[in-house]
C-alpha cells in the first residue's frame, strides 16, 4: 500500500457522495492527514452551515469557502473533504487543480437520497420538495463535477473502506500522486 502523498487529493461530489467518511478511510490508509473545509468552516465562524445561509446567505458562505479551500490547500498534504457547492466556483476548481487533484466521488440519485433523506444538515435540502431538489442540483452539478481529474463510482453496499480502496487504485494508476507508487 503506498504511503504519503506528493499532492492534496480534494473529494468533490454531491452531498451523500461519501467525502467526509471516504475522506477518513482514504487518509487513515494513506496516514496522511483529513482535512474537510466544511468543518474548518463551521470551526472559524462557531456557527453551523445551515446558521451561516440563514444569517448571511450563500454566496457569503461561498466566498468564505473559497478562502477556507486556499488555506488548507496551502497548509499540508493531505485529504480534503470539499462541500457539495463548492467544486461549482471556477476559482476553486482552478485552486485545486493547481495545488492538488480532483476526484469526483460520483455516486447515483438513489444512493445520494438513500444517505441524506433523514439529514436536517441540509440547508439546501430544505424544500418542500427535497427529493426534486437534490435531483435538480444533482443535474446542475454533474457537469462541473465531471471535470475532476480522476471518477471513482460509488456503488450501493460497498463499504466505506472498500471505496476508500478504490480510490487509491484510481490515485496509484494516475502515478504522480501517491508517494512510493508500486
Do not use: C
Not at 477518513?24 to 452551515?49: G, H, N, T, Y
Amino acid at each position: 500500500m503506498a504511503k504519503g502523498l506528493r499532492k492534496t487529493v480534494a473529494l468533490v461530489g454531491m452531498m451523500g457522495a461519501g467525502k467526509t467518511a471516504v475522506g477518513k478511510a482514504l487518509a487513515s490508509q494513506l496516514e496522511v492527514p483529513f482535512l474537510d473545509s466544511d468543518a474548518e468552516i463551521v470551526k472559524a465562524a462557531d456557527r453551523s452551515i445551515a446558521e451561516i445561509f440563514e444569517e448571511h446567505g450563500e454566496a457569503f458562505f461561498r466566498k468564505r469557502e473559497s478562502e477556507v479551500i486556499g488555506r488548507l490547500l496551502d497548509s499540508q498534504r493531505a485529504i480534503l473533504s470539499t462541500g457539495g457547492g463548492a467544486y461549482l466556483s471556477a476559482d476553486n476548481r482552478a485552486m485545486i487543480s493547481e495545488r492538488g487533484v480532483a476526484v469526483w466521488l460520483k455516486a447515483d440519485l438513489d444512493l445520494l437520497w438513500s444517505r441524506v433523506r433523514h439529514k436536517t444538515t441540509r440547508p439546501l435540502l430544505r424544500t418542500d420538495t427535497p427529493y426534486e431538489t437534490l435531483k435538480a442540483l444533482a443535474l446542475a452539478r454533474e457537469p462541473f463535477y465531471a471535470q475532476a481529474e480522476l471518477i471513482v463510482e460509488a456503488e450501493p453496499g460497498l463499504s466505506i473502506e472498500a471505496m476508500a480502496e478504490k480510490v487509491v487504485r484510481a490515485l496509484a494508476k494516475k502515478g504522480d500522486i501517491l508517494e512510493d507508487d508500486q
